[in-house]
Each structure stands twice: as structure tokens, then as C-alpha cells.
């Protein structure tokens, strides 16, 4: 009975921190979003004389996105290169 109330513990241990984990992500990727959103849009539209984008800001603004979304890409893919070739602890 007591191995019973060691796994319900468990388990309820690892739904909190999977809730936890899905907050901290959400928040992380609402940072990244709002400041992605900011640096494009400081960088690349200069006057507001008209509602919407003109076509030499929107491209702007869409090359900047893509810019920085090929730079994460490869970031996150050389991340996992040095974490396979890392030397783990046990050795």
C-alpha cells in the first residue's frame, strides 16, 4: 500500500511540473513573440501616415521574421551537435 501512495505522489509530481513546464513555455514563447514583434517593427517601418504596411515594410518586416527564424534553426541544430558530443557525467 505504501509503494501505491510513493507512485500516486509521483505521478501528481510530475503533472505539476508538466503544468509548470507549460506555463514557463507559453510566457517564454509570448517574450520572444512581443519581442520579435518589436525589433522588426522599430526596424523597419518608419512613418505612420497610413493604416496598413506599405510593400517595401511588409517585406521588410517578413525578411527580418525569416532572418531570425533560419538564425534559431541553426542555433537550436548546433545546440543538439555540442549536446550529443558533450561528455556526460557518468564517464
Known amino acids: 500500500m505504501a509503494a501505491a501512495a510513493v507512485g500516486d505522489e509521483e505521478a501528481e509530481d510530475q503533472a505539476r ?3 509548470i ?3 514557463l513555455q507559453t510566457r517564454d514563447s509570448m517574450r520572444l513573440y512581443n519581442w520579435l514583434s518589436q525589433q522588426c517593427f522599430s526596424d523597419c517601418v518608419a512613418t505612420f501616415y497610413r493604416k ?3 510593400k517595401g515594410e511588409a517585406d ?3 525578411a527580418c521574421v525569416q532572418k531570425y527564424l533560419l538564425l534559431t534553426t541553426a542555433s537550436a541544430a548546433r545546440f543538439a ?3 550529443g558530443t ?3 557525467d557518468d564517464d
Open 60 to 62: 521588410c518586416v517578413r
Open 52 to 54: 496598413s504596411l506599405g
Open 17 to 19: 511540473m508538466a503544468a
Open 21 to 23: 513546464t507549460d506555463r
Open 81 to 83: 551537435d555540442l549536446a
Open 86 to 88: 558533450a561528455p556526460s
